[in-house]
């Protein structure tokens, strides 16, 4: 069945580095892909998303990358800030579709 | 507060009680969806709605769960006999139809949860 694998599962940085989070996806198909950032007790946020028509985007801290050849996807976060500390996601899905596949995370902590 | 709003936030139970859950969604929204979240793992497909109407159950929706969304606007969650297994959070998402002029289809807005304790 579909699947996305997420890694690392924990990334520590110090604030004002860059961390970069991986996933993959299984499904071919797959042509939307969400991030989302959890913070303790919330629901998760969407921080931002990809289509399969573009190869990057940005904003401002954080960018994406898409290689749809290798079914791989990354979130870039660079001059990271205690603040950026939360549980990230990653997720795939069909435009027009309903069912979204979740990574299982990466809890990131940036050490002031 | 024009996000999505789940009540209640928390909900202790003892083995074999029947507990509901309600989503609301944003207004304009007419998607629905329930996920189930446990710890250390990402978000997992429950159900949809479009409207009123329940489009899609995953096969983790057991028989003990129902999910109605009875005027398209808010939508119940309803776990009978519940389970320790049932322990989890509970996450509810909306997002826009086809046509509207506003947001995409793709984009799930998240609501804050309910965390369900089962003794």
């Known amino acids: 069945g579909e699947n996305v694998e997420q890694h690392p599962s924990t990334l520590s940085v110090q604030e004002g580095d860059s961390a970069v989070i991986k996933c993959t996806y299984s499904d071919s198909a797959s042509n939307y892909f969400p991030w989302y950032k959890q913070e303790l007790g919330k629901g998760p946020q969407l921080i931002i998303d990809?289509?399969?028509?573009?190869g990057e985007k940005k904003d401002q801290r954080i960018a994406v990358t898409l290689n749809k050849t290798a079914k791989h996807f990354s979130l870039h976060i660079t001059e990271t800030q205690p603040e950026d500390s939360a549980v990230y996601f990653c997720?795939?899905?069909?435009?027009?579709?309903?069912?979204?596949?979740f990574g299982a995370g990466t809890r990131l902590f940036v050490k002031a | 507060d024009t996000g999505v709003s789940q009540n209640p936030r928390h909900k202790i139970t003892k083995r074999g009680q029947n507990v509901t859950f309600r989503c609301d969604p944003i207004s304009e929204h007419n998607r629905l969806y329930w996920y189930r979240q446990t710890l250390g793992q990402g978000p997992e497909f429950l159900t949809y709605?479009?409207?009123?109407?329940?489009?899609?159950k995953s096969r983790l929706l057991s028989d003990r769960f129902s999910a109605e969304r009875p005027k398209g606007s808010f939508s119940t969650l309803e776990i009978q006999r519940t389970e320790q297994g049932d322990s989890a959070m509970y996450l509810c998402?909306?997002?826009?139809?086809?046509?509207?002029?506003?947001?995409?289809?793709?984009?799930?807005?998240f609501g804050p949860g309910t965390r369900l304790t089962v003794l």
């Open positions: 997720a795939a899905s069909i435009t027009g579709g309903f069912k979204t596949i």
């Open positions: 990809i289509r399969s028509n573009v």
């Open positions: 709605f479009q409207n009123e109407a329940q489009l899609e």
């Open positions: 998402a909306s997002s826009p139809g086809v046509g509207l002029s506003f947001g995409s289809t793709d984009t799930q807005y």
